[in-house]
């Protein structure tokens, strides 16, 4: 008798938990000719709003509103950075 085999991939749900921390810690910066090209893109003045929708440690975004010249704030939803 052959075995069906499913074309659907599961994850436990908690597979991540408790790793937030090493990711933030371990994961390399981005390139900073990335963080110079997102800063003259977006040209944060603090007078209008991005938006990180991306996952993870929110690296990127900070870099940017961080940058010489740019002016900015940040604010965390869910706890986070």
Known sequence: MLDV?????????DLYR???GYYDR????YPDALTADLTRRTA???RG????????TGQSLLAVIT?????????AR???V
């Open 5 to 13: 085999v499913s074309d659907e991939i599961r994850f436990a749900p």
């Open 44 to 46: 944060p003045s603090g």
């Open 18 to 20: 408790g790793t937030a």
């Open 67 to 75: 940058a010489p010249g740019a002016r900015g704030q940040r604010r």
């Open 26 to 29: 371990f994961r390399l910066p």
């Open 49 to 56: 709003r991005l938006l990180d929708l991306a996952c993870g």
């Open 78 to 80: 869910h706890g986070e």
